[in-house]
């Protein structure tokens, strides 16, 4: 009798340790949606870049013209139009609130982060994927640039949807039945992404491939990518709109292909000119709490890349980026962003193969790296003498500090666990900290950039405005004050 009841017993204990596994796996899901939104409307609108886009975005609901992007009633041709429709979008349906505006920014930063993950997942394990998704998602850059209403987090995405569709397609025996629909839904992400940043769109995927097949010897995969109807399908999906603004705005393509997608590169005259190696402490700060992770060492390297062709591509992927960034005359930190999803790839796959004591060890070293800098920023409090009022820039320190301290804390568990092998436990729980500590970092920075946001102007303005009042700004612009005011400037 006993023995008959053992394999009961035995499917009740696996379908137990299932349910579980299901209940964690929706509340760690749970907690980190509920960690992605809840600083979107704390914030005010900072200047330039959040202000401007948007209001160039609530100037498309107001007019109702969708076409043409407009910066307080003039042609603004600096972008392609797809942040704008997200964000009219969310307008539409929300109403017009800087978290409506930055809606787009954190929505495709969870696209990216979904992507990446299952890319991971098919290529290298569900571990490995998991990891990965959770590395992205809480790396301070790419969290910062999901909470802040710029153009780049947009690009970002859809050329991560790409590359995850292509490496899939190519490298995942199992995916060969649908190579073809993974090959098209690559070449729509490739033009969503030329209409959220231009050119880069296609020419950061031509490059990487042309490297990547140089490296591999092997120009058979320019069959294997459904290269013909590709094309055809992100000319129907993104030349139409260049068309429309050609036919609409003589001047259009001038201004947007010249000037801004091959002045800003090859010439300075944006301002905006940094060292060749600017974007080396970009990365590895912003990698942060995870830049431990990265191949210090030999053994190190062996976890990180093993000479799988799928490591290759994401290998020349970063590269690509990297170089081309640092050579342009043109940098910001958001710039870098999209090299991230394959890094962080890479990354998913070494924290899944490194040994226990190595993972443990890197652990330790991010409590001692995250407690560091929130000495650092605790001095600067008392230390530092800026034009920077003296509560604002509190504020923001001790964001800094609080945020710094809760992963160091969650690393400290994350250590402890570690020596128990709960490996998954110690990763995903040091992920939730973190992107938990940079929405509060970004939180209590609201005093400092409310010294430059038009949302402390607007407040002063409002009560005084009637339906037929003109306002001015004399030697100075602030592009988000039309977007809190409701009217053009």
Known sequence: MNNERLPDAHVRGRDSWRSRLSGSVALLGGAWLVAWGVGLQYRSLGEPDEGRYAEVAREMVATGDWITPRLD??????????????????????????????????????????????????LFGREAGGYAAA?????????????????????????????????????DPDAAHLRTRLNLLMWASLALAVLSKGLIGVVFPGLILLVYMLW???????????????????????????????????????????TQQFTRFLTPVFHRTQPF????????????????????????????????????????????????????????PFYILPLFPALVLLLGAAAAALPPAAMLRRFHLIIVTAAIGAIVAVASMFLLHTKVPEQALQHALVGLVLALLLVAAAALFGARVLRHGRRRTAIHLLALAAIVGWQGMLISSQPYVDMASAASVARIIKPRLRPGTEVFTVRTYLGGLPFYLGRLV
Do not use: E
């Not at 942040?83 to 505006?101: D, E, N």
């Not at 910062?144 to 490298?171: E, S, Y």
């Not at 992100?234 to 603004?245: D, E, K, Q, V, Y």
């Not at 690509?320 to 960034?325: D, E, L, R």
């Open 73 to 122: 009633g003039f042609n603004f041709f600096d972008k392609p139009p797809m942040h704008y429709w997200g964000s009219a979008a969310a307008y539409s349906v929300f109403g017009v609130h800087p978290w409506s505006a930055r809606l787009w920014c954190a929505l495709t930063g969870l696209l990216a982060i979904l992507m990446v993950g299952w890319a991971g997942a098919r």
């Open 135 to 171: 590395i992205l998602g809480s790396s301070l850059l790419f969290a910062l640039a999901a909470h802040i209403n710029t153009i780049d987090m947009g690009v970002t995405a859809f050329l991560a949807c790409g590359m995850a569709c292509f490496l899939v397609a190519q490298f």
């Open 216 to 258: 591999q010897r092997d120009w058979t995969v320019l069959l294997r990518v459904s290269l013909l109807p590709g094309i055809a399908l992100l000319l129907a999906i993104c030349a139409p709109w260049f068309i429309l603004m050609s036919r609409l705005h003589p001047d259009f393509l001038y201004t947007f292909f010249i």
């Open 277 to 332: 190696g600017f974007f080396i402490p970009v990365v590895v700060l912003g990698l942060f709490p995870w830049t431990l992770l990265l191949p210090w060492t030999r053994s190190a390297w062996r976890a990180f890349y093993t000479g799988l062709p799928a490591q290759r591509f994401l290998l020349s992927w970063i590269g690509v980026i990297f170089v081309f960034f640092s050579a342009s005359h043109s940098k910001l």
